[in-house]
């Protein structure tokens, strides 16, 4: 029985220990020198200590906010959007995506270019909102308040807050920023041609189920949208 257990703890210390290490030195010649074998616990001992305590820093720094952590257990969607809450953006980074389906509503939105009018803000759509002309998706939020949540989008900066739905049954208003913090650091960031955009000032924006708008209006060109999901509101 002592052979068989010193055999085995030798066999474990060896494969868990660094080539050239003194537990590696006293498995090749422990023999049966109890010594030797007091190395090899001592050693083996050390060397689990030591990774206990990694696995600690590592832990920390997972709930430390120093970055975005994906910790998606449990309500995992609200946990990224609070890792990203917690994070200060500095301007220059584009935003990522924590926008979540529930408790949200969802927009379609739809490009448009070359047409001879130029339409404004909150005007039809010079162009059916259809699958032909169709760009891409977005949730937003009815939470309200300063809650602020963030996606790319075009530009690679967007976020929004102070959503409501609206009396009407019909339709939902936001405030829009051309940042990732909702204006909160004070930002404005560089685009593409070192063009600079206003992160700071918010654009109030309002879209409709039974009807497809100019959201972003760019002279000939530019972007309408349409509610398509309002089951938050309801």
Not at 126 to 150: H, M, W, Y
Request: hydrophobic share 30%; charged share 15%.
């Amino acid at each position: 029985f002592r052979s068989s257990w010193a055999d085995h703890l030798a066999f474990f210390a060896y494969s868990h220990s660094a080539a050239g290490s003194p537990a590696r030195d006293a498995v090749l010649h422990r023999g049966e020198n109890p010594v030797l074998m007091y190395m090899i616990a001592l050693s083996l001992i050390c060397c689990i200590a030591g990774r206990v305590v990694s696995g600690w820093k590592s832990a920390a720094l997972l709930q430390s906010g120093s970055g975005l952590y994906k910790l998606r257990h449990q309500d995992g969607v609200q946990n990224e959007h609070d890792a990203v809450q917690n994070m200060t953006w500095n301007g220059n980074d584009a935003c990522v995506d924590d926008t979540s389906a529930e408790g949200s509503v969802q927009a379609d939105f739809y490009s448009y270019s070359g047409v001879a009018a130029k339409p404004a803000q909150g005007d039809d759509c010079p162009v059916p909102c259809d699958r032909t002309t169709f760009a891409e998706s977005i949730l937003f939020s009815t939470k309200g308040g300063d809650n602020c949540f963030q996606w790319p989008g075009s530009s690679g900066y967007n976020s929004m807050n102070q959503g409501q739905c609206n009396g009407d049954g019909d339709s939902f208003t936001w405030d829009q920023y051309l940042s990732c913090d909702c204006g909160a650091g004070g930002y404005s960031p560089v685009v593409v041609s070192g063009k600079v955009i206003d992160g700071t000032t918010a654009t109030r924006k309002t879209l409709y189920t039974s009807k497809c708008i100019v959201d972003t209006a760019k002279g000939s060109f530019g972007i309408c949208g349409r509610i398509s999901n309002y089951e938050a509101c309801r």
